[in-house]
């Protein structure tokens, strides 16, 4: 494990998972992390200080483009599908964290929220990719494609997982599945 301030947020992060973010209690957090309360107190002073630095920390690791290192020199299209699909998998496998980075944006109507900002930097990376590999295509339509993108496939399946129930044929918890979604929603945006 690294320094005790990231065993924090660890188990910050877990138990945002476990009970959703307004029953996180700096007490639960200590159980998770196998210390009291004061400790946390003592490294974060407040837990409002504490969540901060969890979604900061979170965001970070989500919208980071070194996580898709792996997709640089595809094909942008391929890349594309890659990086949404990663993006999916981490939202379906967080989903409590997933609420956290929006509940300011949803509830406080904060639209310059850290989520945002973050989202929007990533976002715009893509759209860059983008527009180099389809120079016939404007920025706005590029622009317009990518949010289009972005809310089929990480946006509002991971803000809204239990919404797709009703499609039982659909499992986006499914490696294969879930990458065929998102291939068809990029395909339909960009059809060669």
């Not at 379906?92 to 997933?98: A, C, F, N, R, S």
């Amino acid at each position: 494990m690294g320094t005790t301030e990231e065993k924090i947020i660890l188990a910050t992060i877990d138990c945002i998972e476990k009970y959703g973010l307004e029953n996180t209690t700096i007490r639960r957090i200590g159980t998770e992390a196998g210390m009291n309360s004061a400790s946390i107190n003592y490294y974060f002073r407040s837990k409002d200080t504490l969540m901060q630095q969890v979604i900061e920390t979170a965001l970070g690791n989500a919208f980071d483009m070194d996580n898709f290192q792996h997709s640089v020199g595809l094909p942008a299209k391929e890349r594309l599908i890659i990086v949404m699909d990663g993006m999916l998998a981490g939202a379906l496998q967080y989903p409590g964290l997933t609420k956290a980075f929006f509940s300011e944006l949803l509830l406080a109507n904060k639209h310059s929220s850290p989520m945002s900002q973050r989202c929007n930097i990533f976002l715009d990376v893509l759209k860059k990719e983008l527009a180099d590999a389809y120079p016939e295509r404007s920025v706005e339509e590029i622009g317009t494609a990518i949010m289009g993108i972005a809310s089929a496939t990480f946006l509002f399946p991971g803000l809204f997982p239990n919404f797709f129930t009703i499609f039982p044929q659909l499992d986006l918890t499914d490696d294969r599945q879930r990458r065929d979604y998102v291939h068809y929603i990029v395909e339909c945006y960009f059809k060669e």
